[in-house]
């Protein structure tokens, strides 16, 4: 497919219709990374793809996308679904969209904070994370941050987000920590750099402009020279 030519790793599917739903896990190209045998899941509605990996330090860890309905109890019905088919017994993360969120006040702006009906299945959500140990790891680097995912009209909501288990986030985080200072040292190269073309250029310019003024001033003295002086007869 043209997705799969783009993405040039290995792609894993759970088609929905050809009009709504569908997830899937990209695997990064040449990441040292190896699917489980038999360990696919998915459902036949395109809203759920899980798998198990293990990475070269030997690590277990299922990797699931979900596509939660937007009904309120079909999203509890997809939850406690959920909660019974992932294990315990390995590291998870989850990510995809939830269509609803842990904290109204927090995770919604506009008419989405007075829908009583918005966040049916959050409990269900919440004891999916009890029973799996995860977390909310962008939350827990941005307590008290509004952000928004989904924006509709005046309603505001943050329903995609990444749910891992806790005693990865510490991992998640270095990695985090590791690429915000690369991508800062790739920046301050780029300023250095800058800095030192502008440098460049502003000598390159200064020159041109002590030039043009060394010239224009240079004119200017030879007008105000005097070569000849008059009496108050008019002799020269």
């Known amino acids: 497919s043209l997705w799969a030519k783009s993405w040039e790793g290995n792609i894993i599917w759970n088609n929905g219709s050809s009009q709504s739903r569908g997830v899937a896990i990209l695997i990064k190209k040449n990441i040292d990374l190896h699917i489980v045998e038999n360990s696919i899941y998915n459902d036949e509605h395109g809203r759920i793809i899980s798998l198990r990996a293990t990475l070269s330090e030997g690590s277990c860890n299922q990797l699931t996308n979900v596509y939660t309905p937007n009904a309120g109890n079909d999203r509890k019905c997809f939850f ?29 702006k506009g008419a989405a904070t007075v829908d009583v009906k918005a966040d049916e299945g959050c409990q269900e959500l919440k004891a999916l994370c ?3 140990n995860l977390e909310d790891v962008w939350r827990r680097r941005n307590q008290g ?19 891992s288990s806790k005693n990865l986030t510490p ?10 200072q690369l991508i800062a040292d790739y920046y301050d190269s780029k300023l250095e750099a800058h800095k030192l073309r502008s440098k460049a250029n502003l000598i390159q ?21 005097w070569h ?5 007869s008019g002799a020269i």
């Open 145 to 163: 941050t509004k952000c928004f995912t989904f924006i509709r009209n005046n309603a505001k909501s943050r329903i995609d987000f990444f749910l």
């Open 80 to 108: 406690n679904k959920l909660k019974h088919s992932l294990g315990n017994n390995c590291n998870h993360i989850i990510g995809g969209d939830f269509n609803c969120t842990f904290d109204n006040s927090l995770d919604r």
């Open 205 to 225: 310019h200064n020159e041109k402009s002590s030039d043009f003024f060394f010239s224009l001033e240079k004119q200017r003295g030879k007008n105000k020279l």
């Open 171 to 180: 991992e998640i985080i270095e990695k985090i920590s590791n690429i915000k």
């Open 130 to 132: 009890n029973k799996l």
């Open 228 to 232: 000849h002086i008059k009496t108050d």
